[in-house]
């Protein structure tokens, strides 16, 4: 019988959360508005679950993190916090996408397409064809005066489909309802950990884990942020 314990982070929006697998089942989850205390109210939660789920943290199996796109700083401490873990109690470490989050908890049989926050003129775009053999877009970042194009062009027939679902936020809706006014929409604030969970099992279970020192965010835009000039002696 399958027992082993899969930890599961997500830090890529303002909604964090960590959630726990045990054997192919959801032993908890927790989400949380974190403010400017990321790192801590990650910690706090882990233990918390932890507790309530009878186990401590060298207990846990594998651990999987939510590589993004998303915030700049929650990516890093999330994924910095897997690292650190995985490395130091030398266990599995999974690597998923924002993207393959969201999907995760969608209904199957269905094409996808996921939007996600990017900046204030602009989303994390990917599409999901619901027939298993076909791939899914490559991650962009599209502008909102760009998004037709974009449409046409990536989801070809499936847009004028009632067989596709839009995952997003509410901006998300606003920008794409009217583009796809046949498809049907789930609205999300930020990926759900549960989603990261299920993502990251499946993973686990396939044996696709990642070396800690070789696992990276999944930046689709430069962070927002200058590096300082050299100095001149």
């Not at 619901?130 to 962009?140: F, H």
Request: hydrophobic letters at 45%.
């Amino acid at each position: 019988m399958e027992t082993r314990t899969l930890l599961a982070l997500e830090s890529t929006g303002p909604i964090s959360g960590v959630a726990l697998i045990q054997g192919g089942a959801l032993l908890g989850a927790i989400r949380l508005q974190h403010g400017l205390n990321l790192s801590g109210s990650l910690l706090h939660a882990t233990s918390w679950l932890l507790q309530r789920s009878q186990l401590t943290l060298p207990q846990v199996d594998a651990f999987a993190v939510d590589l993004g796109p998303g915030s700049f700083t929650g990516l890093k401490i999330g994924v910095m916090l897997a690292k650190t873990w995985a490395h130091v109690l030398e266990k599995p470490l999974v690597g998923v996408s924002a993207f393959e989050a969201c999907a995760a908890l969608a209904p199957a049989g269905i094409s996808l397409l996921v939007a996600l926050p990017a900046r204030r003129d602009a989303l994390y775009l990917q599409f999901m064809p619901k027939v298993a053999q076909a791939e899914s877009s490559p991650p962009a970042m599209v502008r909102q005066a760009h998004l037709s194009d974009w449409i046409e062009h990536t989801l070809g027939e499936a847009r004028i489909t009632h067989q596709l679902l839009v995952i997003g936020t509410a901006q998300a809706h606003e920008w794409l309802q009217p583009l796809l006014p046949d498809a049907l929409f789930q609205r999300i604030e930020t990926p759900d950990p549960v989603g990261v969970a299920w993502a990251g099992w499946q993973r686990f279970q396939a044996g696709e884990m990642v070396h800690p020192f070789s696992l990276t965010p999944l930046y689709i835009q430069p962070p927002s942020i200058t590096p300082p000039k050299p100095s001149r002696g």
